[in-house]
């Protein structure tokens, strides 16, 4: 990385034309290492693209810096030096741009009155979660007067999208009769379409109504089981999967498991990573054997083996057989994405979210650290 | 049999026989009703008492002693079923001549004849109760080698009070032996393994007393010495004597004197540190104790941060409880708080693997 940055800095020749492809080649250097796609995901290598990129003026670039800055994601977390990106992206009048600006001077009561303005310029360009974020703003008065007729008419064209936050917002109004007549009829077929889309509050509102039958029949199963779904998310997928290695043959059923293990033991890395597949697939494995197999792939996964990185990332992310530990857990999953291991994607996914910056920054620094 | 099963018509048959007077049936019928009609199966034993079936005057015989009733009945039902050869009545019969009750009198004769009986039909109780009876010579004849002879026998087969009653004779030193102290150290080490609470009681009062023959690790000592510490009248001693092990860093005394503090009323600030100690040298059921005392409260805050790090470091380390308990801190605590205590598991077991390892104390 070093050293593609001495050769960066070599090539930039000062001319307009260069400069705006070097720009541009350079943002979508970053884009690559912001999602992970075919390298490993590094957001601290990301940002130093973006910011050469956003220094010439790029304003996706200018933006991505100062998401980064918000978060503290690659970079240290500074709000001042995340404003100034953003403002700077804002600038093109980008739909996109103008809404994160908006979503950071949306939190101090000072800058209020902008954010709502920005809300109002991006959904006027088109951007059905501007729309909502602003409608948002016109219900609870924050930054502009309290108008639930207007909040309703903005959520209107977002809702006719199928927007399930507009959806949802909308029927909170009929509910609480704000700006309209109550009617929990009306509320409960917004509820119910912004639920069908996986939107946990939706379930939630929806779930009260069926509690208490407003506006549908009595139905307390029904309210339970929204409830339910409600609390778990969206995760419609399930829990993600341990993983086989495609290019090893299948384990047939009537596998010899102590033969299996005793390779393992001699230091068959394909036993080990197999023996250990067995265990993660037995309901329920015994806990010694989980510890074992833990400490199995931590040597395959620390050979560069990916399933075994993909596989020791959950046990991690788990706690089995490991210490819960989402930084460790998160650090063998990129490195199995970047070994394009099927199925890491939906685990980082489904994984990542209750990690802090600080968690997903020493988890990349780790996996960039890794040798084989 | 050729004929299908049917309960009812059984228990039909069956209360016709035990009302011809049918011993075995009637005994049976009482089994069968001691659920459901205790009165009726009380008169049925009674009735099969005394149509001569053995377990029935068995039993009878004892309901009777419990009872305190006339002792002469609880005797004559104990010889008819002994001399038909039921052993538990044997060994009843000749215990009770060996220590004598209210209105019988010890007699050796009968004791040694009747627990003999029962020897034969391999009872453990009748050989130890024989094999005591020999050692002291109180009713029958004093006859310490067969005395030790016996208590061997059921020592072998596992029975825990006759080690013990071995271990307390090489203490003392039988008639004409002398005291041997090492023997009776491995005696009472054996009775501990075999289950005796008493042996591990004794062994805590001979270290509390100093006996510095014993040469004993403390690290074996402090079960016994724990016993002693549940034990009425010995608290003082054998807390002082943990707590100073404890100091002198023995694990399982910071262990053991940290979980019994845990539990008394006052002692929890005495308790934390202990645990600590054990848990930070790994012991994972002290790991998993204060992990779980910091989800309670028990040392004055709720602190999920140290509970979610000592309950996922003791589950890590393979403690089955610690799993389940971690998991519900964790839907309690934020992401800083969860990342923070997830960064002292890893600096713990960072700094574990550059110490050696220790020996997991099993509880």
Redesign the interface.
């Known amino acids: 990385m070093r050293l593609r940055r001495l050769i960066w800095a070599t090539v930039l020749v000062a001319t307009g034309a260069l400069a705006q492809d070097d720009a541009a080649s350079r943002f979508e250097a970053g884009m690559r290492l912001h999602s992970g796609d075919g390298v490993l995901q590094d957001f601290a290598a990301a940002a130093d693209h973006m910011r050469a990129a956003a220094e010439q003026g790029h304003a996706p670039a200018q933006n991505m810096l100062g998401r980064y800055h918000f978060e503290g994601l690659g970079v240290p977390q500074d709000r001042a030096e995340a404003l100034r990106w953003l403002e700077a992206a804002a600038a093109s009048g980008t739909p996109r741009h103008l809404f994160d600006l908006a979503r950071v001077l949306e939190e101090d009561d000072a800058t209020l009155p902008r954010a709502a303005q920005l809300y109002a310029q991006a959904a006027g360009a088109g951007l059905a979660d501007a729309s909502v974020f602003l409608g948002v703003l016109f219900q609870e008065g924050r930054g502009v007067p309290q108008d639930f007729t207007r909040a309703r008419a903005i959520y209107e064209t977002p809702a006719a999208q199928g927007h399930p936050r507009a959806l949802s917002n909308l029927g909170l109004l009929d509910v609480r009769a704000e700006g309209v007549a109550q009617d929990y009829a009306r509320a409960a077929t917004l509820f119910t379409a912004a639920a069908e889309q996986g939107l946990p509050e939706a379930m939630t509102n929806l779930g009260v109504l069926y509690e208490n039958g407003f506006g549908v029949p009595l139905d307390e199963a029904r309210a339970t089981a929204l409830y339910r779904a409600a609390g778990q998310g969206d995760r419609p997928a399930g829990p993600p999967a341990y993983v086989y290695d495609p290019r090893l043959m299948a384990l047939p059923p009537e596998t010899d498991r102590a033969a299996l293990a005793q390779a393992a033991q001699a230091g068959d890395p394909v036993a080990q990573f197999q023996w250990a597949w067995l265990v993660l697939s037995d309901d329920p494995a015994a806990?010694?054997d989980l510890?074992r197999a833990a400490a199995l792939l931590q040597r395959t996964a620390a050979q560069g083996h990916g399933p075994s990185m993909l596989n020791l990332g959950l046990l991690y992310m788990r706690?089995?057989?490991?210490?819960?530990?989402?930084?460790?857990g998160h650090q063998w999953l990129l490195l199995a994405r970047a070994r394009d291991v099927t199925g890491a994607d939906a685990a980082l996914e489904a994984t990542t979210p209750?990690?802090?910056a600080?968690?997903i920054n020493a988890a990349q620094r780790r996996a960039s650290e890794y040798t084989p | 049999m050729g004929l299908p099963q049917d309960p009812t018509l059984g228990r039909t048959w069956l209360r016709a026989a035990a009302n011809d007077g049918y011993g075995e049936a009637q005994f049976e019928l009482s089994q069968r009703l001691a659920d459901t009609d205790p009165a009726t199966a009380a008169r049925w034993l009674t009735e099969a008492a005394s149509s001569g079936v053995p377990e029935a005057q068995f039993a009878v015989a004892r309901d009777v002693q419990s009872r305190g009733g006339p002792i002469a009945d609880v005797i004559a039902l104990f010889t008819s079923a002994a001399e038909e050869g039921h052993v538990p009545a044997q060994r009843a019969l000749g215990t009770l001549y060996l220590t004598g009750t209210d209105g019988q009198p010890p007699d050796g004769a009968l004791a040694e004849a009747w627990l003999r009986r029962a020897v034969q039909g391999r009872d453990l109780v009748a050989l130890h109760n024989l094999g005591l009876a020999y050692l002291s010579g109180a009713v029958v004849r004093s006859d310490p080698e067969q005395a030790i002879d016996l208590l061997t026998l059921a020592s072998d087969n596992g029975f825990a009070r006759s080690t013990l009653a071995l271990a307390r004779a090489s203490e003392d030193g039988t008639a004409g032996a002398a005291p041997d102290m090492v023997t009776a150290l491995e005696q009472y080490r054996r009775a501990v393994e075999q289950g005796s609470d008493g042996a591990a009681r004794r062994l805590g009062a001979l270290i509390l007393d100093g006996d510095a023959a014993l040469r004993v690790p403390p690290h074996d000592a402090v079960p016994w010495v724990l016993a002693r510490l549940e034990a009425d009248g010995e608290e003082a001693r054998a807390r002082d004597w943990l707590a100073a092990r404890a100091a002198d860093g023995v694990r399982p005394a910071q262990a053991a004197l940290g979980a019994w503090l845990l539990a008394q009323p006052d002692a929890v600030a005495e308790a934390q540190p202990l645990l600590r100690a054990a848990a930070d040298g790994g012991h994972v059921p002290s790991q998993f104790r204060l992990g779980e005392a910091h989800t309670t409260g028990v040392f004055g805050t709720v602190d999920y941060i140290a509970a979610h790090t000592w309950l996922n470091i003791a589950a890590a380390s393979g403690h089955v409880g610690a799993t389940g308990m971690r998991d519900t801190v964790t839907a309690l605590m934020t992401p800083d708080d969860i990342a923070t205590a997830q960064d002292a598991a890893r600096a713990y077991f960072e700094g574990a693997r550059a110490r050696p390892p220790v020996p997991q104390a099993t509880e």
Do not use: F, H, S
């Open positions: 806990p010694d510890t706690g089995i057989g490991v210490p819960q530990d989402y930084v460790l209750p990690l802090t600080a968690q």
